[in-house]
Nanobody
């Protein structure tokens, strides 16, 4: 059974850093586009970053404008893990962060992703 498990969330001060991890199992996720979404209270789930699978190498990595230059998405296929390095964190980055996988190209629409993790809370204090 396919499974995504996030870890690495927590409480950090403004300007701090966190690295989220998404451990995958049950599928060959190297062939999946991997994305990190976040959802703050009262807001819609939004795509933060996405990394195409090898089969979609023609698509570039996606970053939301709000995180460009601060967040970096990466994957280690040998470890079946996807990462989100978050630097210069701001209070507005506070949200539950979700890892997601899709067999197609990346999309901003959460509904087209095939697999989801349970989420990890990130709280940035001012």
């Amino acid at each position: 059974q396919a499974q995504l498990v996030e870890s690495g969330g927590g409480l950090v001060q403004t300007g701090g850093s966190l690295t989220l991890s998404c451990a995958t199992s049950g599928r060959t996720f190297s062939s999946y586009t991997m994305g990190w979404f976040r959802q703050a209270p009262g807001k819609e789930r939004e795509l933060v970053a996405a990394l195409p699978a090898i089969t979609w190498s023609g698509r570039s990595t996606y970053y939301a404008d709000s995180v460009k230059g601060r967040f970096t998405i990466s994957r280690d296929n040998a470890k079946n893990t996807v990462y989100l390095q978050m630097n210069s964190l701001k209070p507005e980055d506070t949200a539950v962060y979700y890892c997601a996988a899709r067999s197609g190209a990346w999309s901003r629409s959460p509904g087209v992703y095939d697999y989801w993790g349970q989420g990890t809370q990130v709280t940035v204090s001012s």
